[in-house]
């Protein structure tokens, strides 16, 4: 090759001596400069054949023979690695048929002496002639396989750690020291709703508006601070309305700035929300609705009881260790063998335990409990646990017995008055003749026990005011406003017992007062008075009188001496314990009823 | 069968003066001694203690009270007794449910019958 021949060609003898030596000097330190900074030098005959002259570092860094300072362009195709061939030889090309001084290049070669892969950055000038066409190529190249592989597994460890990033279910951002956003990956966008740019390079406290003076803020600025990782979790607003609940944790980073991790953790609050609620609902309705609820441990023999329990069974809290024991022991002796083999029953059966039993408090007083429960068992059938509730039944019960009871009450009390009806209408059929008279007199007593049932059950304690009950009698036959009649006596309330005989009484004496006495004559007068005599401090007594006056002196009335007369002279001494006189004088009927008025009969209203 | 009540003491307790009144009218006519009619309790068990008594017709109801302790006492004499009532089995205890028992309202002579027959099977009449 021309040109590096041309370097030693020209010297004279003395001269040439001194030249020569210097120049091979200055060419041994040029290969040693080259040496030292691995770089090797290149010059191509590009207007000649193409073929090039390489420096001892060339060789050396393209793993030649020392001895073989040229080559041809083919020989450097050929080492190029095939996979960067056409483009390294493009670009050569290129920049030769081009106007630039320079050349730029980096490509792989497959060193010959080893086989190995090695990058090589190539930069060059070019020399041209006054037409532009490219003469020469003078250059230097380097191996760049260490900053290259260098650059490489930094691209591949950064896009490692963007892939981590984008991956995590977690979203992520990173803040310099003064709350910059620098970093989000994708979550973090996908959480956010907004662009990557929207975000990068913006104040943590702008792109977040509200933060800086909140619980998050104070958060950021004191990991800033003292350099310690911190969590939180806090409900976002963003500006647009949109919430989330955020668990957000945060780490200092080497940079003294923060990395802070995002969590959605919505649908976690608003389940425990509601399990909370829901645990809140439960607790007030096993209150509310008194349930004692029980947890034992059959294997431990431990047992929890819920407030109710305690309060079920008399106990107070931390007064005794809930146990089966402290349960059986505050049953009714009873009902306690009933009970425990309920348990046991339950317990060998698999069955549901249902049983009631009385439970004693300690003042003495008596209790109904319901109790419900189930027994589990481990997979070898063994009893573990029994868990169960109670309620207080005593007030379901005593409802149940009290309407019972006013069952029993309301049956008695009408099929003895269907016997009174039936021993009165036998009675009325006796005394009378004529089946129209029958009617009409049994049809009149049937009314006055009506009327009379009516007046005790419109009084809630069942009593009947004695002047009502006169004048609802002589009302029944229009001798309420009678000018003949006077009604006069005190205030009395008068028992059911009481008030229906009387009643009979005073209709009797009325029906017979119209029919043969004073109601039945111009001139009659009839008064119907009482008092009450106080005997005793508890005891006081009734005196009815019933005293007619103007009527001609009448012969007894056979008719009568039935119902009425018997009504008063044997049936209110027998039912009642009173005294009565009824006499059929001169003038009329007299008739005094006399009895004693039970305690409880207190004036009405 | 229906015994003969002729000459047979029978104790009544019942406090509704009618059906008290009919009964004596019917047993006396049957030839029978009514002891009563008594219509409370404290009557009712001094009669028992007084009077000889063949047998007996309790009202269960007596003003209110009822008449366990007279069907005790007579229960304790052996006395055969029926029980005349507007109660239905159900709502009397458990220990008088077998007694002889006629549901108000009744005929005398069901009564009557239930008595004859009380009389004849009890050996101690």
């Known amino acids: 090759m021309g040109r590096g021949a041309g370097m030693t060609q020209a010297h004279s003898e003395n001269k040439c001596t001194y030249t020569e030596a210097a120049l091979r000097e200055r060419e041994a330190d040029l290969a040693r400069v080259q040496r030292i900074a691995g770089v090797g030098g290149i010059s191509i005959d590009v207007a000649g054949d193409m073929r090039s002259w390489r420096s001892p570092e060339y060789l050396r860094l393209h793993g030649l023979p020392d001895d073989v300072r040229e080559e041809t362009h083919a020989q450097w195709h050929e080492r190029v690695h095939p996979d960067d061939r056409e483009n390294a030889e493009r670009a050569l090309f290129a920049a030769l048929k081009g106007t630039g001084t320079t050349y730029d290049n980096e490509y792989r070669i497959i060193r010959p002496s080893d086989g190995a892969v090695r990058w090589v950055h190539a930069r060059a000038e070019i020399e041209r002639?006054?037409?532009?066409?490219?003469?020469?190529?003078?250059?230097?190249?380097?191996?760049?396989?260490?900053?290259?592989?260098?650059?490489?597994?930094?691209?591949?460890?950064?896009?490692?750690?963007?892939?981590?990033?984008?991956?995590?279910?977690?979203?992520?951002?990173?803040?310099?020291?003064?709350?910059?956003?620098?970093?989000?990956?994708?979550?973090?966008?996908?959480?956010?709703?907004?662009?990557?740019?929207?975000?990068?390079?913006?104040?943590?406290?702008?792109?977040?508006?509200g933060t800086r003076d909140a619980p998050v803020g104070a958060l950021f600025i004191r990991i800033v601070e003292k350099r310690a990782p911190a969590a939180l979790e806090h409900e976002y607003r963003w500006p647009d309305g949109r919430s989330m609940w955020i668990e957000l944790r945060a780490y200092p980073t080497s940079e003294g700035g923060v990395a802070i991790f995002w969590h959605d953790i919505s649908a976690r609050k608003r389940a425990s929300d509601a399990l909370r609620e829901s645990e809140e609902r439960l607790r007030s309705a096993v209150q509310v609705g008194g349930l004692?609820?029980?947890?034992?441990?059959?294997?431990?023999?431990?047992?929890?009881?819920?407030?109710?329990?305690?309060?079920?069974?008399?106990?107070r809290r931390g007064e005794i260790e809930p146990s089966y024991e402290a349960w059986a022991q505050r049953i009714h002796p009873d009902d306690r063998e009933a009970a425990e083999a309920a348990v046991r029953h339950a317990r060998d059966s698999g069955e549901e335990y249902t049983q009631e039993f009385r439970s004693i408090h300690s003042d003495g007083s008596i209790h109904w409990l319901s109790g419900r429960g189930r027994f589990f068992y481990d997979r070898e059938g063994q009893p573990v646990r029994m868990i169960g509730a109670m309620v207080d039944t005593t007030e379901r019960r005593e409802a149940e017995e009290r309407q019972t009871l006013l069952l029993a009450e309301l049956q008695h009390r009408v099929r003895n008055?269907?016997?009174?009806?039936?021993?009165?209408?036998?009675?009325?059929?006796?005394?009378e003749r004529a089946i129209s008279e029958i009617v009409s007199h049994f049809t009149g007593r049937l009314d006055a026990l009506a009327r009379t049932q009516v007046l005790v059950t419109q009084s809630p304690a069942g009593l009947v005011?004695?002047?009502?009950?006169?004048?609802?009698?002589?009302?029944?036959?229009?001798?309420?406003?009678?000018?003949?009649?006077?009604?006069?006596?005190?205030?009395?309330?008068?028992?059911?017992?009481?008030?229906?005989?009387?009643?009979?009484?005073?209709?009797?004496?009325?029906?017979?007062?119209?029919?043969?006495?004073?109601?039945?004559?111009?001139?009659?007068?009839?008064?119907?008075?009482?008092?009450?005599?106080?005997?005793?401090?508890?005891?006081?007594?009734l005196v009815l009188n019933w005293i007619e006056q103007g009527v001609p002196a009448v012969p007894v009335i056979p008719s009568n001496q039935g119902f009425g007369s018997e009504l008063i002279r044997e049936a209110l001494p027998y039912r009642l314990g009173a005294e009565t006189e009824l006499e059929?004088?001169?003038?009329?009927?007299?008739?005094?009823?006399?009895?004693?008025?039970?305690?409880e009969a207190k004036v009405i209203g | 069968m229906s015994g003969d009540l002729t000459g047979k003491k029978i104790l009544v307790v019942e406090d509704e003066y009618f059906i008290a009144a009919d009964l004596k009218k019917e047993l006396s006519g049957r030839g029978a001694v009514v002891i009563g009619p008594v219509g409370n309790l404290m009557s009712a068990l001094s009669l028992i203690k007084s009077e000889q008594v063949d047998a007996a017709v309790l009202d269960v109801n007596l003003e209110g009270a009822r008449?366990?302790?007279?069907?005790?006492?007579?229960?304790?004499?052996?006395?055969?007794?029926?029980?005349?009532?507007?109660?239905?089995?159900?709502?009397?205890?458990?220990?008088?449910?077998?007694?002889?028992?006629?549901?108000?309202?009744?005929?005398?002579?069901?009564?009557?019958?239930?008595?004859?027959?009380?009389?004849?099977?009890?050996?101690?009449?």
Request: proline share 4%.
């Open chain 1, 292 to 315: 004692g609820l029980w947890d034992w441990n059959v294997l431990t023999g431990e047992v929890h009881w819920s407030d109710e329990h305690y309060r079920l069974q008399d106990y």
């Open chain 1, 584 to 599: 059929f004088a001169g003038g009329g009927v007299r008739c005094r009823i006399s009895l004693d008025l039970p305690i």
């Open chain 2, 67 to 125: 008449s366990y302790p007279v069907m005790e006492e007579l229960g304790r004499l052996s006395v055969p007794y029926m029980l005349l009532t507007g109660y239905d089995e159900w709502s009397l205890p458990e220990e008088w449910r077998n007694i002889p028992r006629i549901t108000k309202p009744c005929s005398t002579d069901a009564i009557v019958r239930l008595l004859g027959e009380l009389i004849a099977w009890h050996p101690a009449s």
């Open chain 1, 417 to 431: 008055i269907l016997a009174v009806v039936r021993s009165v209408f036998t009675r009325t059929a006796d005394d």
């Open chain 1, 129 to 209: 002639d006054e037409t532009g066409k490219a003469q020469r190529l003078v250059g230097a190249h380097i191996d760049v396989t260490e900053q290259k592989e260098a650059q490489q597994a930094l691209r591949e460890s950064e896009e490692r750690y963007r892939g981590v990033l984008n991956s995590m279910v977690e979203g992520f951002a990173l803040l310099d020291v003064k709350f910059t956003i620098i970093d989000v990956n994708e979550e973090m966008l996908r959480l956010d709703g907004r662009a990557r740019d929207q975000l990068i390079g913006r104040s943590f406290w702008d792109a977040f508006p």
């Open chain 1, 465 to 541: 005011d004695l002047e009502a009950l006169v004048r609802e009698e002589a009302l029944s036959v229009d001798s309420a406003e009678d000018p003949r009649v006077t009604v006069n006596g005190p205030e009395v309330a008068l028992p059911r017992k009481e008030a229906e005989a009387i009643g009979l009484a005073i209709h009797e004496l009325t029906t017979n007062a119209i029919k043969y006495g004073a109601l039945g004559q111009r001139g009659g007068a009839l008064e119907i008075s009482w008092e009450v005599n106080l005997h005793h401090r508890e005891r006081r007594r």
